[in-house]
């Protein structure tokens, strides 16, 4: 992580589009306050047996943001430089994603201090089974629903959920979603987050009369997200014409084959030394000219230090929070369309969603069947806070805030505060 990341607080960021938010809805500040803190924080010390017979402690969070919209709702991340700080930006921003792409759940995060790169198959499996554990009474699959997220993946769901049913002496599926198909996962839900971003850009790229066949795409972080995100871009006729990760990345003025890129990825552990490339480092890979920038790694990589130097038209970020309030400010006078994370990345959250409807029901859809209801759910959702951003005359991410906020904040006052 660079300095500038470091520097910059997520939670601060979270807070600041909240207040953006709550100023143009005329928020009534009682309700503000309710809406900017999380109902629920547990924070656990987990010993692990490692394979060295050595024991480690780590540290793991679950952020419970909100439920006045339904269950609990959100990813759980590895990585080393987990805050709590960062968990609760991260679960409020479930909160809203959920609200923008309107399904029923509210928002959670979770997340453990460590670096599973330097960690076995078994030490990863021992620290996930015993965080389920020293978290399972607060999860549940009508309470919080954890997914995966940075550095989790399907099999560490199938940890939690084979450990949270042998807790109950039951099979209980539901628990968790992005589970491996053969254990309840949905069809499509491994690249559900990238196609998303990608419907999100090609609806972008129709309201802005870019035709996608002569279109050039970027994509920083070539991870799960980032690699499905360019396959898409691909098939959409978009020259993706530059990626990376986190050791470097590459560019071609021609153009590179995202799929043989991705296999390359899987050969060397990095997208560095492809044939045909030249190497870019990370920074100067988001500053490239571009038609469609897709920042799919990290959060606070688009700051008001290098904002006026994005040459993209759309940005379609399928990371959470890669952009800064202060950049968002230079982007929008700079005539850039930026679809939010709550809303580029919330095909996530939402094939999770129909994964959840299939376990509690005991069905199990086709992946044409789930691709319908995802496209139209979220051509829907990018029209809404288009159009809103139209009608008020704000940008993206405040729109997408504004439909957001406003959503949770009539749900609350509905409910009211009890006892």
């Known amino acids: 992580m660079s300095?500038?990341?470091q520097?910059?607080?997520?939670?601060e960021n979270a807070w600041k589009q909240l207040d953006i938010a709550a100023q143009?809805?005329?928020?009534?500040?009682?309700?503000?306050?309710?809406?900017k803190h999380p109902k629920r924080i547990l924070t656990v010390s987990i010993p692990v047996k490692m394979d060295n017979g050595h024991i480690e402690v780590f540290t793991g969070h679950r952020v419970q943001h909100s439920d006045a919209r339904g269950p609990y709702k959100g990813g759980i991340r590895y990585h080393p430089n987990v805050t709590l700080d960062e968990v609760k930006a991260l679960a409020s921003w479930m909160t809203w994603k959920c609200a923008t792409i309107d399904i029923p759940y509210g928002g959670a995060k979770g997340g453990i201090t460590c670096n599973p790169k330097k960690m076995s198959l078994?030490?990863?499996?021992?620290?996930?089974?015993?965080?389920?554990?020293?978290?399972?009474?607060?999860?549940?699959?009508?309470?919080?629903?954890?997914?995966?997220?940075?550095?989790?993946?399907?099999?560490?769901?199938?940890?939690?959920?084979?450990?949270?049913?042998?807790?109950?002496?039951?099979?209980?599926?539901?628990?968790?979603?992005?589970?491996?198909?053969?254990?309840g996962g949905s069809e499509g839900r491994i690249y559900s987050t990238s196609k998303g971003a990608v419907i999100c850009a090609r609806?972008?790229?129709?309201?802005?009369?870019?035709?996608?066949?002569?279109?050039?795409?970027?994509?920083?972080?070539?991870?799960?997200?980032?690699?499905?995100?360019?396959?898409?871009?691909?098939?959409?006729?978009?020259?993706?014409?530059?990626?990376?990760?986190?050791?470097?990345?590459?560019?071609?003025?021609?153009?590179?084959?995202?799929?043989k890129l991705n296999d390359h990825k899987n050969k060397t552990s990095s997208v560095v030394g492809f044939q045909g490339t030249e190497k870019i480092s990370n920074e100067e890979i988001l500053e490239l000219d571009c038609d469609i920038l897709v920042p799919a790694a990290l959060e606070n990589v688009i700051t008001k230090k290098n904002a006026s130097r994005i040459q993209a038209k759309i940005v379609s970020e399928a990371a959470n929070g890669p952009t800064t309030p202060d950049a968002d400010k230079i982007l929008a006078k700079n005539e850039v369309l930026v679809i939010p994370d709550i809303l580029a990345n919330s095909g996530g959250v939402l094939v999770s969603y129909l994964e959840w409807v299939q376990n509690l029901n005991r069905e199990h859809w086709t992946?044409?069947?789930v691709n319908k209801k995802m496209e139209a759910k979220m051509i829907?959702?990018?029209?809404?806070?288009?159009?809103?951003?139209?009608?008020?005359g704000i940008d993206m991410r405040s729109a997408a805030m504004v439909l957001a906020v406003g959503r949770v904040a009539d749900a609350v006052k509905t409910l009211g505060i009890w006892p």
């Open 203 to 259: 609806e972008a790229a129709s309201a802005l009369k870019i035709n996608l066949k002569n279109a050039t795409a970027v994509v920083q972080g070539y991870g799960n997200a980032g690699s499905y995100a360019a396959m898409f871009l691909q098939q959409a006729g978009c020259k993706v014409i530059a990626a990376s990760d986190s050791k470097g990345g590459v560019y071609s003025k021609k153009g590179v084959d995202a799929v």
């Open 24 to 35: 143009m809805l005329r928020l009534d500040p009682d309700l503000h306050e309710v809406l």
């Open 122 to 183: 078994g030490e990863k499996e021992r620290l996930t089974r015993r965080y389920t554990v020293m978290i399972s009474e607060i999860i549940g699959p009508r309470r919080d629903i954890p997914a995966p997220d940075v550095y989790t993946d399907p099999q560490t769901m199938a940890w939690i959920s084979d450990t949270y049913s042998q807790i109950h002496g039951y099979s209980i599926p539901e628990i968790v979603t992005g589970k491996p198909l053969h254990v």
């Open 7 to 11: 520097s910059l607080n997520p939670l």
């Open 380 to 392: 829907k959702a990018f029209k809404d806070v288009y159009n809103t951003s139209k009608v008020k």
């Open 3 to 5: 300095s500038s990341q």
């Open 367 to 369: 992946e044409d069947e």
